[in-house]
């Protein structure tokens, strides 16, 4: 059975790109959702294996507040996914959960490397 992985990011193209590069790796994506709320709710029904979470999105909720939501209902690894990397290096307390950061734009080899080192391939 594949990794069963949840995007969450607010982009269309980006979340679009994304899920194309991951079924090119193997893996299944069971869900996108655009903002903190949809994540939660998606991810409760789904269950992810993995969630892929954009730091900023639609909605009133960000990405590590979502994060932190959709861990504790799942305890799925989270890997956060952001042109803007360097507000980790700012305040490290936002990757709670402890996650990895994969900054865009990335290309396939850059995720399937995140991929390995999450899910072991």
């Known amino acids: 059975m594949s990794l069963r992985i949840l995007i969450v990011e607010d982009e269309q193209i980006v979340a679009a790109d994304l899920e194309n590069k991951l ?9 996108i959702a655009a ?46 996914i952001t042109a803007y990397a ?14 990895l950061c994969l900054s865009k734009p990335f290309s396939i080899h850059q995720l399937q490397a995140v991929l390995e080192t999450v899910a072991g391939g």
């Open 23 to 31: 079924n090119r790796l193997g893996y299944e994506v069971v869900g």
């Open 86 to 99: 360097e507000i980790f290096m700012r305040d490290p307390t936002l990757m709670n959960p402890p996650g």
């Open 35 to 80: 903002s903190g709320e949809e994540a939660i709710a998606i991810a409760e029904q789904v269950r992810p294996g993995l969630v892929f979470m954009d730091v900023r999105l639609q909605g009133a909720m960000d990405g590590t507040q979502a994060a932190r939501q959709v861990q504790r209902l799942t305890g799925s690894p989270i890997i956060f």
